[in-house]
């Protein structure tokens, strides 16, 4: 094997992150460690203050590590870039393109073609079930539809990594269990690498590979649960019920 084949695709290495305030200083993250194989799909959980959109932050390159460093393919994270596919739970849809122009955005921006554009765009919107909403805009959308646009908007530049903060928070339940399948059917078939972010912790058992479980003040990690279960999952199976309860556990304790 090589050494690019023995690194880990994601790591995360002795974060901290301190802020000032007129009240003084507050430890928001304090030495988080953990790596992510290429491939895997890892949910990170924890309770209210645990620092989890702080580490989401600082992983994309959206705020800076006050100590420690974060490594994509063995390269430092210094800011936002094409490697990272970012998915939040507020859509931020541009209101005035259609679909097509928005999955085509980060496309657009680096200089691809037209023809190679929308050939891409073509495939994404058939890949999360809108290749029929091309022409639409934002404002004709469910909440459900604006999530999908978002996930083929940040697969189109064909990102290392996919980061997601809470990415199915804002819809309905229903609408939740069949964006977590059509997930797992994207994550399947594309082989991305996913960091995803919840505070649900029956979603983290169905999607992740791992649950990193997050300790409040100051947030850092309690523990790392391998979830070592075929999918797909059913929340009624007594192996997830044990899996939930454990990490529920963690995170109440």
């Not at 005035?96 to 994404?124: I, P």
């Amino acid at each position: 094997m090589t050494d690019e084949t023995l690194q880990p695709r994601v790591l995360v290495d002795g974060i901290g992150r301190r802020y000032d305030t007129p009240q003084g200083s507050v430890q928001a993250l304090q030495d988080v460690t953990f790596d992510v194989s290429a491939g895997e799909f890892v949910c990170i959980v924890g309770p209210s203050g645990s620092g989890k959109t702080t580490l989401f932050r600082i992983i994309a390159g959206l705020e800076p590590a006050t100590t420690g460093t974060v490594y994509l393919g063995g390269d430092p994270v210094e800011g936002p870039g094409p490697e990272l596919g970012l998915v939040f739970q507020e859509y931020h849809l541009f209101p005035w393109r259609t679909v097509s122009g928005n999955v085509g955005f980060g496309l657009e921006k680096q200089g691809v073609n037209s023809e190679r554009r929308q050939q891409r765009v073509d495939e994404l919107l058939e890949l999360v079930g809108l290749d029929g909403f091309a022409d639409s805009y934002p404002r004709d959308l469910s909440g459900g539809m604006k999530q999908r646009v978002a996930l083929a908007r940040a697969l189109a530049v064909n990102p290392d990594l996919l980061l997601m903060d809470e990415p199915f928070g804002a819809v309905d339940a229903q609408t939740k269990r069949m964006l977590q399948d059509e997930l797992l059917d994207i994550w399947s078939e594309t082989g991305k690498t996913i960091l995803f972010v919840t505070h649900d912790v029956e979603e983290a058992v169905k999607l992740a590979d791992q649950v990193i479980v997050m300790a409040s003040e100051p947030g850092r990690i309690r523990e790392i649960v391998e979830v070592d279960m075929d999918r797909p999952r059913s929340r009624s199976d007594a192996e997830f019920g044990d899996y939930y309860e454990r990490i529920l556990g963690l995170i109440q304790s």
